[in-house]
């Protein structure tokens, strides 16, 4: 793509000493981790099964500390990107070139989004040592990054359109972090009417002389919050995430083996996919009419 935003932000970010130094503190940091709970296996006289189910928990918590440092850290990489330039007063001098609003967005969008891109990769050394134990497939480990890659990219999209809709950097980044605890505790509510549904799914489905083999509804909040669409991804991988919803439910725990967590994740990326295309068209429409409106100002003055 031939966005001079993307260029210059991305080449001014890789040639500042911080970009390798966190990419080395967050490799460092999942090797430790994939050290003690993976490879340490192979350290041992005998490889036992105990010792594979134990790169599953590995596998799972390289993961789950991706996805959180991911969530922490991406709303404040782009709720600077629009406010930060005009508290710099060159939000006009970009306004006024022959770029439009939708490449400055996505120009400022993408930059921030190469470098999450660039440490959620770094991990797959590490992941892959679960393909050497068997507790993943390469497929598999594929479509955790991917997960995690999506659900950055939708952090990011929050905090742009944040940085649209204010003009202090700070105040933008505080309202990026309150959305995305906001969207993570909203999309939470359906699972009490989700929970209901599938109780009521089972008892309807377990009759005396039958017997349960599948349950065909998709939980909407499985759907729509990030956190549980990587519960089901990784329930889909490791089928070790059983116990973990007896703490949420009974009646998700108990009904875990018949649910279909494949789809509940798929359709999670979908919308965090949708929800990602939509704030950054917002967020484009709101550059847009800042152009608009600055135009109007020059021809009224």
Known sequence: ?????????????????????????????????????????????????????????????????????????????????????????????LLVTNMGAGRLVLGKLLESFGFLALLALSSMPVLSLAI????????????????????????????????????????????????????????????????KQISAMYDAMSYPGAAVTQIDYIPVAFVLNPALGLMALLQTQTGNIGNTMFQFSYTMGNTVSYMRYDLMYQYNMAVMAAASAVLTALSALKMRMYRGGGMKGKRHA
């Open 132 to 195: 050497v134990t068997g507790a993943a497939e390469l497929g598999q480990v594929l479509a955790g990054v991917a997960f995690l890659l999506l659900t950055a990219l939708l952090a990011l999209c929050i905090g742009m359109f944040c940085s649209t809709l204010f003009k202090r950097t700070i105040t933008a980044t505080v309202v990026s972090y309150l959305a995305v605890f906001g969207v993570g505790v909203l999309t939470l509510l359906p699972l009490i009417h989700d929970v």
């Open 1 to 93: 793509m031939n966005n001079p935003i993307l260029a210059f932000s991305a080449r001014r970010r890789m040639r500042s000493v911080r970009t390798p130094l966190l990419i080395t503190i967050y490799a460092f940091v999942l090797s430790l981790i994939g050290y003690f709970t993976i490879y340490a296996c192979f350290l041992r006289p005998a490889f036992t099964l105990r010792n594979m189910q134990q790169t599953l928990y590995g596998y799972m918590a390289i993961l789950t500390l991706q996805f959180v440092l991911l969530v922490l850290v991406a709303p404040a990489m782009t709720a600077g990107s629009v406010s930060g330039e005009r508290e710099r007063q060159t939000l006009d001098l």
